[in-house]
């Protein structure tokens, strides 16, 4: 074995991190960063959005240090339960499927599924069986349209980002996303060639914070904080940043 | 152009420098699992050759796995089910402990085991093609059989396989795309988060594809410089 | 002599060498993975699961195999002007031919899905003006597309290494003959060729497959693609296992039944 094999196996051990749980004081939060407005990469590579500032609002509550890391959305809980990071505030709704695999903080805001369509169509809730919907893979909303439009084309994009993309160009008849993050879209690239249609198709959906199956500690400091910046306005402001509305709900 | 030129730039505002960092990174991953590929594939074709049937059955069995495989399925089967596997045993073994395989490990043992299994088809033709008297020859002057495989074998079987290790190792390029889907920063995704952004994709892609083809033109350069090298210890005739 | 009429001394017993530990060592570690899988499998086997996903997986196979059956045809029909311009004397046409076989050899089959299906999605405007975006909107289409011209280039190169390595006194048999280029080709040439050029087609057809998985990526729902999305919904790791398992099936059958062939039409070349 030469110099060059052996380095890369020493590289290899070291990369696999064998070591012990991380410390307390630090904690890693996992996020997309392909969801404006909530988590978003601007192109030098700086997080932006609700959930970000929500974070950190959290973590100056908790007295902690937090470090991002973007994760695929696909690969988000895997990651969490490999260990790669303690938290996932990414805008992931509390469903029962995922509570079989992680457990949730309380939710920190509410959302609901919306469709979003070219100005010129006349697509509306009732009559978007058939058509083509796009939707982010692994998420409500692809389950949602599966279920509900059994006869429409759902087309599922690895990011919220390229279902967009696609309804611009005409690939698709109309987008089915969480309520907050069309607002987002519809306030920047989709205000000229699309808008809401329709009432919201599902409501009551709370989005949460994911943890570790069993990391009742952890969730119970979240939890505290959630209520503290809720009550001493921070919560409200960081609302008023990103929303013209209350988006907690309830 | 003004507009391309302004995207290009390196800097907060363009996307130039996050393009050269993937590039940094796929050239990297490429690189590290060469040696893996290299040592895994010869130690395969070794064993495919050996008098002993089992051995050569279980070698038959790697290659077949890992040939048969997409190399998508390959990287997903690594980085999701290794993980698990590796939780499992951890667990077992030390409780509390967490053990990581990133992305960029994931990718190199998932694209390392699948250069190893076409490359073991290309030293064990190599093999093929140098003359038991080689070893005969070895065995009279009274070399071991490590010492005649270093000093006599390697060398001819060097020359022998380049051809398609060069081939391989092209093909090994363009698999480190792949890892774009387990969140790997490579070229491919790069310029996957600077089209959606920007909305050029066709700009972004294509300065993708002609960056592959960069590092196509510079490994052939690279493998010309190599075969020149390799060939020299040919005697003169 | 009979084997009966000769008397062999018994073979010597056969010691326990280091590749024979070797080899056992590791079979017995293959059988074992076989064994967990198959034990996984069942123990993890939730027929709800199956009767969710089944025929979706079911679906996604029929997409594969017929993006990689069309597009393997249209490529090698593609294929043939390609490799006749390499081979051409003048470089107009040597020279876009060279580029062409060099571009889709060179740059990864997802490089190229991405470009033409994100990259022709930001063009509609002008594909829409050419009558052309019907084409491009379909992201079935735009996968077709692209492994048509990278089989094709690769089909391209098969064709003209199997064509130039047929000997020239062939050819020139066959002009002396009195028949006309074409005419050897057909007769004489190509099939001489085919036998050399069958197990790289095989092998391109089996890299076609593998390949095919990354379609997934836009938004095609073939195999692969279905294994994605059963992932997304269930976090279940076997979605991925009966992936592979159906995977190496259609591969290792396929890689048999060109090694059949292979030894049907080169049966005439034993000694």
Request: hydrophobic fraction near 50%; aromatic fraction near 10%.
């Amino acid at each position: 074995m030469g110099i060059t094999s052996r380095v890369s196996l020493v590289a290899a051990a070291l990369a696999l991190g064998l070591g012990a749980a991380h410390a307390q004081d630090k904690l890693r939060i996992g996020t997309e960063g392909a969801y404006p407005p909530f988590n978003n990469l601007t192109s030098d590579g700086q997080l932006v959005g609700f959930d970000i500032d929500v974070t950190r609002a959290l973590c100056e509550e908790m007295k902690v240090e937090c470090e991002f890391v973007t994760q695929d959305w696909d690969g988000i809980i895997p990651a969490l339960q490999a260990n790669r990071f303690d938290a996932i505030v990414a805008s992931m709704s509390i469903t029962e499927e995922r509570l079989k695999q992680v457990d949730f903080s309380d939710p920190y805001y509410t959302n609901s599924l919306v469709f979003v369509a070219p100005k010129s169509s006349d697509l509306m809730p009732d009559n978007a069986d058939g058509k083509s919907i796009g939707v982010q893979e692994g998420t409500i909303a692809a389950a949602f349209a599966e279920e509900t439009y059994p006869n429409a084309d759902v087309k599922g994009y690895p990011s919220q980002l390229e279902a967009w993309a696609d309804l611009s160009n005409g690939r698709l008849d109309a987008v089915l996303a969480d309520f907050g993050v069309q607002y987002g879209w519809l306030e920047e690239e989709g205000k000229e060639c699309c808008e809401f249609k329709g009432e919201a198709v599902s409501n009551d959906d709370r989005i949460g914070i994911a943890i570790r199956k069993g990391d009742t500690a952890l969730a119970e400091r979240l939890n505290a904080a959630i209520a503290a910046i809720r009550a001493n306005g921070k919560y409200a402001e960081i609302n008023a940043k990103y929303f013209p509305f209350d988006i907690f709900g309830e | 152009m003004e507009g391309t030129a302004a995207l290009l730039a390196f800097g907060p505002d363009g996307w130039g420098d996050e393009l050269a960092s993937g590039v940094l990174v796929t050239v990297s991953l490429a690189l590290a699992t060469l040696p893996l590929g290299l040592g895994a594939g010869f130690a395969v074709a070794l064993a495919k050759q050996s008098p002993e049937r089992s051995l050569r059955m279980a070698a038959d069995i790697y290659t077949t796995i890992f040939r048969g495989l997409p190399e998508l399925l390959t990287l997903f089967l690594v980085f999701y089910g290794a993980q698990l596997a590796l939780q499992h045993v951890v667990s077992l073994v030390a409780p509390g402990a967490s053990i990581e395989i990133n992305a960029f490990v994931a990718g190199m043992v998932a694209l390392g085991a699948v250069f190893s299994a076409y490359a073991s088809e290309v030293f064990l033709s190599a093999f093929r093609a140098i003359p038991p008297g080689q070893y005969e020859a070895g065995d009279a002057l009274g070399l071991t059989r490590w010492q005649t495989m270093r000093l006599v074998i390697l060398p001819q079987l060097i020359r022998l396989a380049l051809p398609g290790l060069s081939n391989l190792w092209l093909i090994l390029v363009k698999d480190t795309a792949l890892v774009s889907v387990i969140g790997l920063s490579d070229i491919i995704r790069q310029a996957g988060i600077a089209a959606r952004v920007t909305r050029e994709a066709f700009l972004f892609f294509g300065i993708a594809c002609l960056i592959y083809l960069g590092l196509a033109m510079l490994s052939s350069v690279a493998f010309a410089w190599i075969e020149r090298r390799v060939g020299r210890t040919e005697p003169a005739r | 002599m009979s084997e009966a009429a000769i008397q062999r001394p018994p073979e010597p017993p056969r010691g326990w060498s280091r590749q024979r530990i070797a080899g056992h060592v590791l079979m017995a570690l293959w059988i074992a993975a076989g064994i967990g899988l198959v034990v996984y499998l069942a123990s993890a086997y939730d027929p709800d699961l199956f009767a969710r996903f089944a025929p979706n997986y079911l679906s996604g196979l029929k997409v594969t195999l017929s993006l990689v059956g069309l597009s393997a045809l249209l490529g090698a029909l593609l294929s043939v002007p390609v490799a006749w311009a390499r081979t051409a004397k003048n470089p107009l046409l040597a020279g876009p031919a060279y580029g062409f076989v060099y571009f889709f050899r060179g740059t990864p089959l997802l490089a190229q899905a991405f470009l033409i299906y994100y990259g022709m999605g930001s063009f509609r405007p002008q594909l829409e003006a050419l009558g052309l975006w019907v084409f491009f909107r379909d992201a079935w289409y735009c996968a077709l597309l692209a492994f048509t011209l990278n089989t094709a280039a690769y089909q391209a190169e098969i064709l003209r290494g199997a064509v130039q390595s047929v000997p020239l006194g062939q050819w020139e048999g066959g002009a002396a003959l009195g028949l006309p280029r074409w005419l050897i080709l057909r007769k004489i040439v190509l099939p001489q060729a085919l036998i050399v050029a069958l197990r790289p087609y095989g092998n391109e057809i089996v890299l076609m497959i593998k390949g095919s998985a990354i379609v997934a990526i836009i938004t095609v729902l073939d195999l692969m693609g279905e294994t994605r999305r059963a992932y997304s919904r269930t976090f279940d790791f076997q979605t991925y296992l009966w992936a592979a398992v159906i995977y190496l099936a259609i591969v290792e059958t396929l890689r048999n039944i060109i090694d059949r062939i292979e030894r049907r039409i080169t049966a005439h070349l034993k000694r």
